[in-house]
């Protein structure tokens, strides 16, 4: 498959407007209405939902299916790029099959999850493409951007991961109740998740130097800051014994109270 140029930059550009709009959305309406938001924020009205552990592999499976088949499918002269691209396959492997068997959360709403899943579908397309078909770039182009961004994006996932399992550990099955996450880097952020996933894909980013990585790495951080602060906010009216020394999304950055 030859680079096709101008759908790589128009998605790209769709992208980062894309992350404007959304901050500029949730600081108008609140987070998007899912989770311990449900019923509240930019689209109130949704009625019909799906179980959270249902929403969420439905949602993030086209984002592992996508990359895997392409590259398993693209021919051996992008060697390189195609095992770069395979370092993003664990993040939505464990995203769409492992992470939705442990989740106990609220149940989503379908049209979340059907908007969420045509992104993933359409972006998981859009990161293989310009990387296996118009970068350069591969694991045998060493220099210190792709040294340094593999490096950002594991520290990232084993972050991501790991707050993802202190947030399971808080409830016992069956429970939606929530209590103060302790451990970690939830010492120091509210949101330990948030700040690992942005870093995730911004190594991602530095590690193959393509206009959607980073795209796709602002939209992320426009998406799920806001979250962070909405979550900061939920903890500190609902805990007074909130420990008032942790950040919303950056430590030693942004102010405790935002």
């Keep these: 498959m030859e680079c096709n140029h101008g759908a790589v930059h128009g998605l790209s550009a769709l992208l980062l407007l894309s992350g404007a709009l959304y901050v500029f959305v949730q600081r108008r309406n609140g987070p998007a209405a899912y ?9 109130p009205f949704l009625s019909f939902t799906v179980p959270a552990r249902w929403g969420w592999f439905l949602q993030e499976l086209p984002a592992f299916l996508v990359p895997a088949l392409m590259a398993c499918t693209t021919d051996g002269s992008v060697h390189g790029r195609r095992l770069l691209l395979c370092t993003i396959i664990p993040h939505y492997l464990h995203r769409s099959l492992v992470y939705p068997f442990f989740v106990c959360g609220r149940p989503m709403p379908l049209l979340l999850v059907v908007f969420a899943g045509v992104f993933c579908l359409v972006n998981g397309f859009l990161q293989s493409h310009a990387l296996l078909h118009c970068s350069p770039r591969g694991l045998d182009w060493v220099d210190s951007s792709l040294s340094s961004g593999l490096g950002l994006f594991a520290f990232g996932m084993v972050m991501n991961i790991h707050s993802d399992h202190i947030l399971r550990s808080l409830r016992r099955p069956g429970e939606t109740v929530y209590r103060i996450p302790r451990g970690g880097l939830f010492e120091l952020v509210s949101g330990a998740n948030f700040p690992a996933e942005i870093v995730e894909w911004f190594g ?14 602002f939209f992320t951080a426009c998406s799920i800051g806001p979250r962070a602060l909405g979550h900061h906010r939920f903890y500190l009216e609902k805990f007074p014994e909130y420990p008032r020394s942790r950040r919303a999304l950056i430590q030693f950055i942004l102010p405790a109270v935002i």
């Design 35 to 43: 989770g311990r938001y449900t019923g509240q924020g930019v689209l």
């Design 204 to 217: 991602f980013a530095v590690a193959v130097w393509t206009l959607p990585a980073f795209s796709f790495a």
